[in-house]
């Protein structure tokens, strides 16, 4: 199987992204440890940041195989190839943004980017998903 080269790049740069989840993994391993502190809503929203990065990652990775299976051009094969990457950093983003203040006990402002990652990531699966229902 031969990947276009949009897809190829895409996939180099999630894989390369990956290493930010693995980052993210470290510091909950050191929260659970006792080596880093944070309180109970930055733990769970860490949490949440840390295991949404690593599976819209991974999603991401297959919608590049998938997109190449449809005959989608322009701005529909960019929202169906990149939409889950962006939520993939608006999603995590969210999470961990609006709690990093030491001690910090409600989220701030930055809250709102794990909505508008739910928005572009369903944009982009409903972009994908008609391209695939509509291929030959």
């Known amino acids: ?8 790049v895409m996939a180099g740069i999630l894989l390369l992204s990956l290493v930010t989840v693995e980052s993210g993994g470290a510091l909950m391993f050191r929260i659970v ?4 502190q944070a ?13 949404h990065a690593g599976v819209f ?3 991401a990775l297959i919608s590049q195989v998938l997109v190449d299976a449809t005959d989608l ?14 939520a993939a950093l ?6 961990f943004l609006s709690v990093i203040r030491p001690g910090t006990t409600q ?9 508008a ?9 409903a972009t994908l998903g008609v391209g695939l229902l509509a291929a030959p």
């Not at 309180?39 to 295991?51: D, E, I, P, S, V």
């Not at 051009?73 to 962006?86: L, N």
């Not at 608006?90 to 999470?95: A, D, M, S, W």
């Open 1 to 8: 199987m031969n990947l276009s080269d949009p897809s190829r």
């Open 33 to 36: 440890r006792g080596r880093h």
């Open 39 to 51: 309180n109970a809503l930055q733990t769970t929203f860490f949490r949440a940041g840390h295991a």
């Open 57 to 59: 990652l991974t999603l």
């Open 73 to 86: 051009s322009g701005v529909a094969e960019w929202v169906a190839r990149t939409g889950v990457a962006i």
């Open 90 to 95: 608006l999603i995590p983003g969210g999470f």
């Open 107 to 115: 989220p701030n402002g930055l809250v709102r980017m794990i909505p």
């Open 117 to 125: 990652g739910a928005i572009v990531l369903a944009v982009g699966f």
